[in-house]
């Protein structure tokens, strides 16, 4: 690989990674399509041998991560950057470096303002205490976000911080739920099953309650790696299947989780929760399409939704806000509220229902309510909606 770009590339790399100004270099964009490895995450971090580069490499179904000393993490980079990937994005305290490789090998750089904050310490050890504890848990390194000395890894510090943000934010109305015990919890599309880890270890490890709990998830390799991760752990009551949120076989369900489950997936959970009668549901919705397609707005928005940005982002607002109202009328006291600040992720809408009796005056009154916000917004049916009248409710 010889090119006046690329060596330049690799020397601004050597100069700040011996600075240590080094934030994160990505190393992005296939060569070849139908591999595995997705893409490559680099970053400086302190161990007990010393200062190292860390390889985070993503797989469609798992991470691996591996430490490299500086002297034989750079041929690796430029093997990689070889035999994987066109792109590398360099991350710093100063500046922002973008190399791109065409496919006939001729590379340029773009350099910009920096746009990541830096770190303090690259140390793994100087974490805030937190309700999930890193001390010899065995999920959280099977998930890779543990290195083999339980300490975090630091491009993985922003997914714990969001794991611990769950329970924080879960954990109080749960604690108020009167469930005896067996109760069970069911994670609908579970994916890596990090939050479902989580949950479970705190169900079990620090409320003591006897529980089961069931991660449904559609992709039969991930199924197949949570269940194995599960053994390593010890969680006998936690279990994995493969399945759709719609069509999953399940018993009563008493607590329902559905995070990021896309589109009417979502309302797929929130139906499956309120046909259960669970005490509880939670959902953390994304990429909101139905009510988008339903907006016919001849009202005094309608220049405004004119558009595409605002329209998707009021699409948003009416999905979930819809959401809510309907959950409500179904006997839940609903919270709408921020998951964890956009910095650590872009989803991070949270929905909690609690169940409560509900008298047929409020009911027919939130139902008016949901009527008059969709002739306003010129919406047909929330797929939600249809859901529960298909279901006599």
Do not use: W
């Not at 959970?269 to 399409?289: E, M, N, T, W």
């Amino acid at each position: 690989m010889e090119n006046q770009q690329i060596n330049l590339f690799f020397d601004k790399l050597k100069r700040i990674v011996n600075d240590k100004t080094l934030i994160k270099l990505v190393l992005s964009n296939q060569r070849d399509h139908s591999s595995e490895l997705k893409s490559t995450i680099i970053t400086i971090v302190e161990i007990k041998k010393g200062v190292r580069l860390n390889f985070v490499y993503r797989f469609k179904t798992k991470d691996i991560t591996k430490n490299f000393a500086f002297e034989e993490a750079i041929p690796i980079i430029k093997k990689s950057l070889e035999d994987e990937f066109f792109n590398a994005d360099l991350f710093t305290n100063n500046e922002t470096i973008q190399l791109n490789i065409a496919k006939r090998g001729k590379a340029k750089i773009k350099t910009t303002r920096p746009v990541l904050k830096a770190v303090d310490s690259f140390a793994h050890d100087h974490v805030k205490e937190r309700v999930i504890a890193t001390e010899q848990n065995v999920y959280l390194r099977e998930l890779g976000i543990l290195n083999a000395n339980y300490e975090v890894y630091h491009e993985m510090s922003d997914k714990y911080l969001q794991i611990n943000r769950y329970i924080e934010l879960i954990g109080p109305t749960i604690r108020e739920l009167s469930l005896s015990d067996g109760f069970h919890v069911v994670d609908m599309g579970s994916g890596k099953g990090y939050l479902t880890f989580a949950m479970y270890d705190f169900l079990t490890n620090i409320l003591g309650k006897k529980i089961t709990m069931t991660g449904v998830e559609s992709r039969n390799e991930l199924v197949n790696l949570s269940n194995d991760i599960a053994a390593k752990s010890k969680f006998s009551s936690l279990r994995f299947i493969t399945g759709t949120i719609a069509e999953v076989p399940l018993e009563k369900i008493d607590i329902l989780i559905a995070l990021h489950a896309c589109d009417t997936a979502t309302d797929d959970a929130i139906f499956r929760g309120i046909v259960s009668h669970a005490s509880l549901i939670v959902c953390a919705p994304c990429c909101h399409k139905q009510i988008r397609k339903e907006f016919r707005v001849k009202n005094e928005l309608k220049n405004i939704l004119k558009h595409g940005i605002l329209m998707e982002r009021q699409a948003e607002i009416i999905t979930d806000g819809l959401r809510a109202m309907i959950m409500e009328s179904q006997g839940y006291q609903t919270r709408v509220f921020e998951f964890i600040s956009t910095d650590h992720t872009p989803k991070n809408l949270l929905i909690v229902g609690r169940k409560v009796t509900i008298n047929p005056a409020d009911k027919l009154n939130i139902l008016e309510n949901i009527n008059r916000i969709k002739e306003f917004y010129g919406i047909g049916q929330h797929y939600l909606e249809g859901l529960l009248a298909g279901a006599g409710k």
